[in-house]
């Protein structure tokens, strides 16, 4: 089982999962070419990916999809609502379009989404398993709710948002009605948020973390990395054996996780 990060941010997103040979990319927030060069260089193909899952229709999750669909004509999968509220959703090819459901089973990987907080149509992240391995993957997200920590709890790895530092956001740049909807809890999720949902999961004996979604304006990646360190350190949690953390990024491939 492998994840690449191969981007994370507000200019795209897009992660990449195998599991039992079942190959999968969810979101498509950056471009084709993009997605096609960087699965290139992780040794994967373009064409055996064996579907697309969408958490939600904002174009920093869905802008290299029309081509992707077009061109390669993958299935992909997102709510009914999310579809209908999707910028692009008239031009793509209707055949590609899937409903998600409850739970969907792609290959040998039981897909289940589950509903998060944040300010777009239907939006989701998703529990991928196959065999006794679990993914859980949460980016865009206001706050955590029950639901949120059920899904992730007990994952071999976690691709979770670690976005802003809320200081760095209350007195940066933006405009307060841009740092109002980001700090709501249909937002995005703040570095503290992340390292005490970590701390309070129901966790395996090792979890691999991916924190994702970094604002480029509002946070910087030593600064999340260390900040959700200190509350897990806090906790009693054991860096490295309990859990390890990963950071992604904008522009560069991130990462590799593997369990045999």
Known sequence: MQIH???SGSSGNAIF????????LVDAGISTRRIKQSLDIIG?????????LITHEHRDHVKGLTTLLKKYHLPAYTRPDTWQSMYCREVLPDNCCRELSDSLDIGKVKV?????????????GFRLQAGSIKVGIATDLGFVTP????????????VLEANHDIDMLKNGSYPWHLKKRI??????LANTDAGWTLA??????????????????????????????????????????????????????????EHQ
């Open 44 to 52: 994967t193909k373009i064409e055996e990916l064996d579907g697309v």
């Open 200 to 257: 309070q999961l129901n966790r395996k004996a090792h979890t691999n973390v991916f924190l994702a979604h970094l604002s480029r304006e509002n946070n910087r990646p030593e600064l999340a990395e260390e900040t959700v360190a200190n509350i897990l350190t806090q906790e009693g949690c054991k860096l490295d054996q309990d859990i390890s953390l990963n950071l992604t990024y904008p522009e560069q491939i991130s990462g590799i996780c």
């Open 5 to 7: 990060v191969l981007a």
């Open 147 to 158: 639901t949120v920590k059920a899904a992730l709890s007990l994952s071999d790895v976690l």
């Open 112 to 124: 289940e989404p589950f509903a998060i907080s944040h300010d777009a149509a239907d939006p989701v």
């Open 17 to 24: 999962v195998e599991m039992e040979n079942t190959k999968l």
């Open 183 to 188: 700090m709501s809890n249909r937002g995005h």
